[in-house]
């Protein structure tokens, strides 16, 4: 891996944790499909004894993840929400933490009605600007759970900021950079303590494996997670680490199709009557354009926007009518596949969030979410504008 580390970014996602098979000289690591391993003595091995503990091929995945998002540490885990669960599971009861406002459903139903459970408290904070986060922090608070850009409404936080004010009152800093991935966003190097993903997303890329990671510097955070995963054992199996590890090596190359795709996008529905209004980062009418500038940038340095869009059609109905029309753009759950997704987050990823709650962000019944994929981009704007014809 040190003839790697300081090389850019496409050339780590091939080759950190992918070294060939010192055994045969593969090419491609093999899948180390196994539950246990070898011990010549009593408590001596090499360095594996369980795969619940640890597992080579997840080794090499996790060390991959954390090159690419610049951290020490990587730990996967067997989904997004048992990575968070981890994170969760490290503080203790008593302890508060605070969370971006409209965060994605399932992050909210896991602290409001599992973690509450155990005494953990949270408060839910417009963390778009410092104030209300500042004015949140409790003598009980031990960390700033941030969602940037937040799921569905595309709102940012300034992660530079919010880490600064965190490491001041002696808080973690946790990002979930599912949205973004650490190939248009690196919040560690923007000083927060700790980023964690759905790898099911985009990292996957390929809408057919669930996972999660979290990436750390902390070297006494990471020994706790690295207790946790294996005491707990939300861990991925063997083959869903080696297909993940597969779909890092093309994570740069479709990053920057749904980032260029999602842009003709966003400027095409902008200008649409029947949008009543649109949640894109990459237009400078979003009210935090210039954050996104600053913010979301590739490796080279490149604004980088992401592939996440949601507009407003008025009411469920429209919504209703809108995606009934849609012929390449599938209606399902999740996001960041290769193929384009629509969603109707009020109905599903988003529907165990009380509806009050929902919409004091302003995720309506009439909201739809899309995942733009890497189709010929024309194609996709001509399946969006005959769906959108409905409503005219």
Request: aromatic share 8%.
């Amino acid at each position: 891996m040190s003839r790697k580390v300081n090389s850019g970014f496409a050339t780590r996602a091939i080759h950190v944790g992918q070294e060939p098979d010192p055994a045969t000289g593969a090419v491609v690591p093999p899948i180390y499909q196994t539950t246990t391993y070898v011990q010549s003595d009593l408590g001596v091995h090499k360095g594996f004894d369980y795969s619940r503990a640890a597992n080579p091929t997840r080794r090499g995945l996790e060390e991959n993840l954390a090159s690419l998002e610049g951290g020490q540490y990587g730990i996967a885990f067997s989904s997004g929400m048992a990575a968070l669960s981890a994170l969760m599971t490290h503080f203790r009861s008593g302890d508060h933490v605070i969370v971006s406002a409209g965060v994605y459903g399932g992050t909210y139903r896991a602290i409001t009605q599992v973690f509450n459970r155990f005494d953990l408290t949270a408060s839910w904070v417009d963390t778009t600007t410092l104030g209300p986060v500042a004015a949140a922090i409790r003598p009980e608070t031990r960390a700033i759970i941030i969602e940037s850009p937040s799921n569905p409404m595309m709102s940012l936080t300034d992660i530079k900021a919010v880490s600064a004010l965190a490491r001041e009152r002696g808080l973690l800093t946790i990002v979930d950079n599912t949205f973004m991935t650490p190939y248009c966003q690196r919040p560690l190097e923007l000083g927060a303590h700790v980023v964690y993903h759905s790898t099911t997303k985009y990292i996957s890329g390929h809408s057919d494996i669930i996972g999660g990671a979290v990436v750390t510097s902390d070297e006494q955070l990471a020994e706790d997670l690295y207790f946790i995963q294996k005491t707990l054992g939300a861990v991925p199996s063997p083959f869903d680490c080696w297909l993940t590890s597969r779909s890092l090596k093309t994570l740069a190359i479709r990053m920057d199709r749904h980032n260029s795709n999602a842009l003709q996008l966003g400027r095409f529905l902008v200008e649409r009557p029947e949008v009543k209004a649109i949640y894109y980062p990459g237009l400078p009418s979003h009210p935090q354009y210039d954050l996104a500038v600053t913010q979301q940038r590739t490796p080279t340095g490149e604004p980088a926007f992401g592939g996440m869009i949601s507009f407003e059609t008025g009411s469920l109905e429209n919504a209703r009518a809108v995606v009934q029309r849609l012929q390449i753009f599938t209606l399902a759950e999740s996001l960041g596949g290769v193929e384009s997704l629509a969603n109707h987050p009020a109905t599903m990823t988003h529907a165990s969030v009380p509806r009050e709650v929902r919409e004091s962000y302003k995720l309506t019944d009439g909201l739809i979410r899309l995942s733009i994929g890497i189709e010929d981009v024309e194609d996709l704007e001509t399946d969006l504008a005959q769906a959108l014809a409905v409503l005219a």
